[in-house]
C-alpha cells in the first residue's frame, strides 16, 4: 500500500467518522483564505458543530483530498459523507436555508 493509499484512507475515516467536516485553509478561528472564512461563516450560523481539517497544515491531505473528491479546490464541505461543494455552493445552499436543514439533520442522526 503506498502513502497516498494511506492518505487517501485516513480521509475516507474522516470523512465517515464526521456528520459534518469541512477541509480548508487555516481553522475555523483563523481562516487562510476568502473562500474558507465565508464557509466558515455560514456554518457556524447553522449553530451545530462541525470537524474541520486544516489542509495547509496537512500537505499530504492537500495533495490527495482533489483525488479523492474529484474537486480541486478547497474548501470542501463534506456533510453525512457527500461532498456538497466548496465555497459557492455552500453559500447557495446558505442562501435557500438548504445547509442548515442539512447539518441539522446530519447533527440529528450523528447524535
Do not use: H
Not at 495547509?56 to 461543494?85: C, K, N
Amino acid at each position: 500500500m503506498s502513502d497516498q493509499d494511506d492518505v487517501a484512507g485516513r480521509i475516507k475515516a474522516q470523512i465517515a467518522d464526521n456528520p459534518v467536516i469541512l477541509y480548508m485553509k487555516g481553522t475555523p478561528q483563523m481562516p487562510m483564505c476568502g473562500f474558507s472564512m465565508r464557509t466558515v461563516e455560514v456554518l457556524k450560523q447553522c449553530e451545530q458543530e462541525f470537524a474541520y481539517v486544516n489542509i495547509i497544515a496537512d500537505p499530504a491531505i492537500r495533495e490527495t483530498l482533489p483525488q479523492v473528491s474529484d474537486w480541486p479546490t478547497f474548501p470542501q464541505l463534506y456533510i453525512e459523507g457527500e461532498l456538497v461543494g466548496g465555497c459557492d455552493i455552500t453559500m447557495e445552499l446558505a442562501e435557500s436555508g438548504e445547509l442548515k436543514k442539512m447539518v441539522d439533520a446530519a447533527a440529528a442522526k450523528a447524535s
